[in-house]
Nanobody, 114 residues
Framework: QVQVVESGGGLVQAGGSLSLSCAAS????????IGWYRQAPGKQRELVAG???????THADSVKGRFTISRDNAKNTVYLQMNSLKPEDTAVYYC????????WGQGTQVTVSS
């Protein structure tokens, strides 16, 4: 039911920054939790960060201190600010409800060169 469009990916050098955006088709204020997953080559999809309706957040240990999830309810948009990027962050990043309810968007490719 929830349609999302991810954007903001690109190619950056290690140590650089990117900001990802996720535009949702419905008010994210009505979604209990929303966040970002990623899937790197040869790896399983993993949760990167999530934010609940009340505002609490969670970040994977691998990105804690470097990535920050935030939202703008008025714009129905959730963001992922990624700083100090590492080659290991290279992946397709997907926006999704938490938990995922059975569908995924196209994702946005993040490539970090060494």
């Amino acid at each position: 039911q929830v349609q999302v469009v991810e954007s903001g990916g690109g190619l950056v050098q290690a140590g650089g920054s990117l900001s990802l955006s996720c535009a949702a088709s419905i008010s994210i204020f009505s979604i209990n939790a929303i966040g970002w997953y990623r899937q790197a080559p040869g790896k399983q999809r993993e949760l990167v960060a999530g934010i609940r309706r009340a505002g609490s957040t969670t970040h994977a240990d691998s990105v804690k201190g470097r990535f920050t999830i935030s939202r703008d309810n008025a714009k129905n948009t959730v963001y992922l600010q990624m700083n100090s990027l590492k080659p290991e962050d290279t992946a397709v990043y997907y926006c999704s409800t938490l938990p995922n309810l059975g569908s995924w968007g196209q994702g946005t490719q993040v490539t970090v060169s060494s």
